[in-house]
């Protein structure tokens, strides 16, 4: 039976790469033109580099949505084709509220993008979410209100579920992965996605708490709206630097203390990201890639050819 079992997996797999080499024909016969990439990093306050990475090179993909945070880097790991982002830029130039998050979205997916693990610094909002825990979110709260979180618009009219944000099948292999590299890694937790820049007030922070948020981040919220709309599966692994500023230590914490964390953080970063990558089936079985199949509520023939040349990458299938 599980030799049955690991033959029928086995199939499985070999269809999924044939499936991909395909789709890879195929879009070159359309003449993307990029360089391919399979998997998509997006590394926060950190991790600005991906350790580990082979056969590297550098491309600017140009968007219809304006710039991407930086270029990518491309190459493999783990024998697995990846784009690494640096979210900030490299130098850390941008502010959350700068981020072009959907061109950075958008890239991903001109490169081929299908799954996207994010890392990102957040302040805890639990004791038991200690300085050096992973919190493996599938929650979120919206408290921003500066950014653009959606490629509709201008023409266009979608509405994508969001009730499940994150893609199960990422963060369970991000969640593994921490496991088998030593790393704390909890499964599930609410993030709540604040604009900033300054870190939240006693008053906000006692609120999220109220709430039963879990962890505070300025990021992550339009990345996995964006990578929902754009078909791409989305997790994301929130590393606590600090008590937000609710906890009575709060202020007695040293600079040395933070850049210690940091530095930790950022090594058990490139580590997780390593084993999840090398451990995500080659086959997506999750729904994320059809998210937006009954999004567009607008008649096509009412879509002006602006807006659907804007969007054809994304959802030209869905337009005729
Ligand atoms: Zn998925």
Request: aromatic share 8%; glycine share 10%; charged share 20%.
């Amino acid at each position: 039976m599980q030799g049955g079992q690991a033959n029928a997996a086995g199939i499985l797999s070999c269809l999924g790469q044939v499936r991909r080499a395909l789709q890879i024909r195929l879009r070159r016969r359309r003449g993307f033109g990029l360089p391919e990439a399979e998997i998509g990093i997006i590394g926060g306050s950190g991790l600005y580099s991906m350790p580990g990475l082979t056969e590297v090179r550098e491309e600017r993909v140009p968007t219809p949505f304006g710039d991407a945070s930086d270029s990518f880097i491309l190459g493999s790991l783990e024998g697995r084709t990846v784009a690494f982002l640096a979210r900030h830029g490299r130098g850390h130039r941008l502010l959350p509220s700068e981020l072009n998050f959907r061109a950075n979205i958008y890239a991903m997916k001109a490169l081929g993008v299908e799954r996207i693990l994010s890392v990102s610094a957040v302040g805890s909002l639990k004791e038991e979410h200690k300085p050096t825990d992973f919190v493996i979110a599938d929650q979120f709260i919206d408290r921003t209100f500066l950014r653009t979180s959606t490629f509709f618009g201008d023409g266009i009219v979608g509405h994508v579920a969001f009730g499940d944000p994150v893609c199960a099948t990422v963060a369970e292999a991000a969640a593994a992965a921490c496991e088998q590299v030593g790393v704390v890694g909890k499964r599930g937790g609410t993030y709540i996605c604040m604009e900033g820049p300054q870190f939240s007030t006693k008053a906000e922070s006692n609120l999220y708490r109220s709430w039963g948020a879990d962890v505070v981040g300025m990021t992550n919220l339009q990345e996995a709206k964006l990578a929902r709309e754009a078909e791409i599966c989305y997790a994301t692994v929130a590393m606590v630097t600090d008590y937000d500023c609710w906890h009575p230590h709060h202020d007695s914490v040293t600079v040395e203390q933070i850049v210690a964390v940091l530095h930790q953080n950022a090594e058990n970063a490139a580590k997780v990201v390593r084993a999840t990558v090398a451990a995500l089936p080659a086959e997506r079985t999750c729904g994320c890639a059809t998210a937006a199949k009954y999004a567009i509520l607008t008649q096509p023939a009412a879509i002006p050819e602006a807006a659907k040349e804007r969007v054809r990458l994304l959802f030209g299938k869905y337009l005729g």
